[in-house]
C-alpha cells in the first residue's frame, strides 16, 4: 500500500510490476498516496482471496469493469446504482488514480480500484459465483491475428468470467472493432454456460456511459457493437 506521496517512491513499484502501468503525474500520484491504501486493491496471485466486504465495508451485489481505463463508466454507473459496488479493474495507474479521485469527488460510496491483471483477478482471488456482472468495455482489440491470444474476450477467458458469475449474473462487452465484435459474439455463443439476453448485438445499453473510445469511434464513423450474456 502506499503512504508516501512522492512519484518517485511510487513509481519503482509501478514499474517492475507491468510495462503498461504507466508514468503518474504528481496530481495523480498524490490522489493514489491519499486514496489507495483505504480503497485500492493489488492484485497478487499467492495473496489471500478476494474480499469483497472488507473492501467495500457492506456486502452488495459486486460489478467489476475489467481494463477500466480512467474510470469514466465505472464511476458513472456506480453514481447511478449506489446498491452495487462496482470495482474497477487495470493495469494502469493512472486511470485507477483517475478513478478515485473522481469517486471521491463524487461522494461515491460504492467504487474500489483494483490494480494488476484482471486474469490472475478472476483465476486466483475471485471465488466462485460471487459476481453480480462483469463489463468488458472497449478492450484492446489486438487487431494482428498473432496477438488475438491477448485478447480479454478468447474462450477461456470467458470461462473464468463465467465461473466467477453468479448463476444470472450478467457479462457486457462493448467495442467498435468489428472484427472482435464478430469474435466476441462466436465465442461467448460458443459458451454453454452463457445465454444471449438478445438475438445477435444488444441495443446499446441506456446505462453505459460514453467514454472516449466509444466518442473516438463514433466522430470516425465506426459503429459501436454491444453483447450482453447471462449466465445459465
Ligand atoms: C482501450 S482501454 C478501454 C478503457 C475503458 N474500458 C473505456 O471504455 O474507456 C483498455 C484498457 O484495458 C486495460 N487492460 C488490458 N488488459 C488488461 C488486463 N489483463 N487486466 C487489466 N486491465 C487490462 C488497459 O490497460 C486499458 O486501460
Known amino acids: 500500500m502506499f503512504t508516501q506521496e512522492k512519484e518517485s517512491q511510487v513509481a519503482p513499484h509501478i514499474r517492475t510490476f507491468h510495462p503498461r502501468r504507466g508514468r503518474i503525474g504528481a496530481g495523480r500520484a498524490q490522489a493514489l498516496a491519499r486514496l489507495w491504501p483505504q480503497y485500492g486493491y493489488e492484485i497478487e496471485p499467492g495473496g489471500p482471496p478476494f474480499d469483497a466486504a472488507a473492501l467495500f465495508g457492506r456486502r452488495a451485489p459486486l460489478v467489476i469493469e475489467i481494463g477500466c481505463g480512467m474510470g469514466e463508466a465505472v464511476a458513472a454507473m456506480a453514481a447511478s446504482d449506489p446498491g452495487r459496488d462496482y470495482l474497477g ?7 485507477l488514480a483517475n478513478l478515485l479521485a473522481t469517486a471521491e469527488r463524487g461522494a461515491l460510496r460504492n467504487v474500489r480500484a483494483a490494480r494488476g491483471d484482471a486474469v490472475e483477478l478472476l483465476r486466483d482471488l475471485l471465488a466462485p459465483d460471487s459476481l453480480d456482472a462483469v463489463h468488458v468495455f ?19 477467458v470467458v470461462a473464468l468470467i463465467r465461473g466467477r458469475l453468479r448463476p444470472d449474473g450478467t457479462l457486457r462487452c462493448a467495442t467498435d472493432w468489428a472484427p472482435y465484435a464478430a469474435r466476441m459474439l462466436e465465442v461467448l455463443t460458443a459458451d454453454a454456460g452463457l ?28 459503429p459501436v457493437f454491444d453483447l450482453e450474456f447471462t449466465r445459465r
Open 89 to 95: 479493474v487495470d493495469v494502469h495507474t493512472p486511470g
Open 195 to 222: 445465454s444471449n439476453r438478445h438475438a445477435g448485438y444488444a441495443p446499446r445499453p441506456g446505462d453505459r456511459p460514453q467514454t472516449k473510445f466509444e466518442r473516438r469511434a463514433l466522430a470516425a464513423g465506426r
Open 138 to 156: 472497449f478492450p484492446d482489440p489486438w487487431p494482428k491475428a498473432r496477438h488475438h491470444k491477448r485478447r480479454i474476450i478468447r474462450s477461456d
